[in-house]
């Protein structure tokens, strides 16, 4: 595996359907689904007028119409560029990310902000950026195997934009986290959000070439076979990584989403259910200390226990009140929620960022948010499934990964707001305000529809 030599394989599998051997009907039937999700977008934008300030404003109206411009276009570079690449990715990232303008748009509007101070004009803006890094993505990435080339250097840009926000006079404290880099007053970025990808290509490329030496070798104990002590190496460096992030950026949820894709994406290359027990062990007892040792980790946990203590509740800054008061929200919401301009999402503390899911759950309702889970869970299902059906170790490794990214970072976020796990400050992909979080997501949507079209129209070419 570490020789990284080029072989032959048979060709596709037998099992595909009629449609995924034909690359128009897939092209078509995406284009069909962007229509839909374009028209639900604008419909929402409507409802968010009608039901907030009673009159229709146009503006609003033709951004979110540029926007639909916009995705048409990725979808033209497709049917160009990668016309054997799954038809469902685009539509259901077009459908969350509109629905997440709406939402931001109709705090705006109960807040009174318009213009560029707008949350939800800045969204749109950002959107549009990272719908054209997609584009270019795609057009520019013929082949997702030459990511394997450059893999160090993908893990030297990962360390450098994750030590860029401790940089004196560019990095940014908000929210007692300290992940940002300002740019002037015009921009701040949180550059940790492309850093996650960066780290994905390098753990990819780093386990295609490592791979039998943290697999082959070991002692077994109590029926599962663990590593040898000088083979823990990696773990160690990726636990103390996750570590310093969570001590000198502050930031819980960001250190557990980066350890976890190392250990998902290490057990996926080696098979070793002992990667994933040593990795929890670490990690929980790192969390332990922190808890121990750190007041704002301690502030996080005494939250999540008792929420409703009223000497918790009142305490400034790192009581409970965002988290009583985006339960009570959603409880608001009820089955059916109160309807889209109907609610009182902006009483909540960073309604429009970290608590954007309870927002949307108090005015779209439980069987709103069944809605947002369902895009989520086809979301993730589509990059595991073209993680399965790669030919070569390198893909199936990264799309694994980058989907593992998405479904871990919305458990962290949907467990933290309804109370099932302590809350971290990570947001929810696609539908929270914040332009980085938008380019990283959007740049994975660009890596699946490269990552899918490569191994449908390329299957017998394989690295191992």
Same mark, same amino acid.
């Given at each position: 595996m570490a020789k990284s030599n080029v072989s032959e394989v048979d060709a596709a599998p037998s099992s595909r359907s009629s449609s995924d051997k034909n690359p128009r009907k897939l092209r078509n039937l995406e284009l069909i689904l962007i229509l839909f999700?374009?028209?639900?977008?604008?419909?929402?934008?409507?409802?968010? +007028?009608?039901?907030?300030?009673?009159?229709l404003d146009g503006q609003t109206v033709l951004l979110i119409g540029g926007l639909s411009v916009l995705v048409l276009c990725l979808h033209v570079a497709v049917r160009f560029f990668a016309r054997d690449a799954d038809p469902l990715i685009i539509p259901v990232a077009a459908l969350l990310n509109g629905i997440g303008i709406a939402e931001i748009y109709r705090i705006d509007l109960a807040v009174g902000l318009t213009g560029w101070q707008a949350t939800s004009? %800045? +969204?749109?803006?950002?959107?549009? =950026?990272?719908i054209i890094s997609a584009i270019i993505i795609i057009v520019v990435i013929r082949n997702h195997r030459v990511l394997l080339r450059y893999t160090y250097i993908f893990g030297l840009v990962a360390v450098v934009l994750l030590l860029l926000p401790l940089v004196p006079g560019l990095g940014d404290i908000k929210g007692g986290a300290q992940v940002w880099i300002s740019l002037g007053d015009f921009m701040s970025f949180q550059p940790g959000e492309i850093a996650k990808i *960066?780290? *994905?290509?390098?753990?990819?490329?780093?386990?295609?070439?490592? %791979?039998?030496?943290?697999?082959?070798?070991?002692? %077994? $104990?109590? &029926? =599962?076979? $663990?590593?040898?002590?000088? /083979?823990?190496?990696?773990?160690?460096?990726?636990?103390?990584?996750? =570590?310093?992030?969570?001590?000198? +950026? %502050? /930031?819980?949820?960001?250190?557990?989403?980066? $350890?976890?894709?190392?250990?998902v994406m290490i057990y996926v290359a080696t098979g070793r259910a002992s990667w994933i027990l040593i990795g929890l062990g670490l990690?929980? *007892?790192?969390?332990?200390?922190?808890?121990? +040792?750190l007041e704002y980790v301690a502030n996080r946990f005494q939250n999540w226990l008792n929420p409703f203590d009223q000497a918790v509740y009142d305490q400034y800054p790192g009581g409970s009140l965002q988290l009583v008061q985006g339960l009570f929200g959603m409880a608001n919401g009820g089955m059916t929620g109160t309807g889209l301009g109907q609610g009182r999402p902006e009483i909540?503390?960073?309604s429009q960022s970290d608590y954007i899911v309870p927002s949307i759950g108090e005015e779209l309702g439980l069987a709103g948010m069944f809605v947002l889970f369902a895009l989520y869970l086809i979301l993730i299902g589509r990059g595991l499934r073209i993680g399965f059906a790669g030919r070569d170790d390198f893909g199936k490794l990264l799309a694994t990964g980058l989907a593992f990214v998405i479904a871990l970072q919305i458990f962290i976020v949907i467990g933290g707001v309804t109370r099932v796990i302590p809350l971290t400050g990570?947001?929810?992909? $696609?539908?929270?305000? &914040?332009?980085?979080?938008?380019?990283?997501?959007?740049i994975i949507v660009a890596l699946f529809i490269r990552l899918s079209d490569t191994i449908r129209n390329q299957p017998k070419l394989v690295i191992e």
């Amino acid at each position: 595996m570490a020789k990284s030599n080029v072989s032959e394989v048979d060709a596709a599998p037998s099992s595909r359907s009629s449609s995924d051997k034909n690359p128009r009907k897939l092209r078509n039937l995406e284009l069909i689904l962007i229509l839909f999700a374009c028209a639900i977008n604008a419909a929402a934008i409507v409802l968010v +007028q009608w039901g907030a300030v009673g009159t229709l404003d146009g503006q609003t109206v033709l951004l979110i119409g540029g926007l639909s411009v916009l995705v048409l276009c990725l979808h033209v570079a497709v049917r160009f560029f990668a016309r054997d690449a799954d038809p469902l990715i685009i539509p259901v990232a077009a459908l969350l990310n509109g629905i997440g303008i709406a939402e931001i748009y109709r705090i705006d509007l109960a807040v009174g902000l318009t213009g560029w101070q707008a949350t939800s004009t %800045r +969204q749109i803006a950002w959107t549009g =950026m990272a719908i054209i890094s997609a584009i270019i993505i795609i057009v520019v990435i013929r082949n997702h195997r030459v990511l394997l080339r450059y893999t160090y250097i993908f893990g030297l840009v990962a360390v450098v934009l994750l030590l860029l926000p401790l940089v004196p006079g560019l990095g940014d404290i908000k929210g007692g986290a300290q992940v940002w880099i300002s740019l002037g007053d015009f921009m701040s970025f949180q550059p940790g959000e492309i850093a996650k990808i *960066a780290l *994905a290509i390098f753990f990819a490329g780093y386990l295609v070439r490592n %791979r039998d030496s943290l697999s082959m070798v070991g002692k %077994r $104990f109590l &029926g =599962m076979s $663990f590593p040898r002590v000088r /083979d823990l190496g990696p773990i160690l460096v990726f636990w103390l990584l996750a =570590m310093s992030v969570l001590v000198f +950026q %502050r /930031d819980l949820g960001t250190s557990l989403l980066y $350890f976890g894709l190392f250990l998902v994406m290490i057990y996926v290359a080696t098979g070793r259910a002992s990667w994933i027990l040593i990795g929890l062990g670490l990690f929980g *007892a790192g969390a332990l200390l922190a808890g121990q +040792q750190l007041e704002y980790v301690a502030n996080r946990f005494q939250n999540w226990l008792n929420p409703f203590d009223q000497a918790v509740y009142d305490q400034y800054p790192g009581g409970s009140l965002q988290l009583v008061q985006g339960l009570f929200g959603m409880a608001n919401g009820g089955m059916t929620g109160t309807g889209l301009g109907q609610g009182r999402p902006e009483i909540t503390p960073l309604s429009q960022s970290d608590y954007i899911v309870p927002s949307i759950g108090e005015e779209l309702g439980l069987a709103g948010m069944f809605v947002l889970f369902a895009l989520y869970l086809i979301l993730i299902g589509r990059g595991l499934r073209i993680g399965f059906a790669g030919r070569d170790d390198f893909g199936k490794l990264l799309a694994t990964g980058l989907a593992f990214v998405i479904a871990l970072q919305i458990f962290i976020v949907i467990g933290g707001v309804t109370r099932v796990i302590p809350l971290t400050g990570l947001t929810a992909p $696609f539908l929270a305000a &914040g332009g980085s979080s938008l380019l990283s997501n959007w740049i994975i949507v660009a890596l699946f529809i490269r990552l899918s079209d490569t191994i449908r129209n390329q299957p017998k070419l394989v690295i191992e």
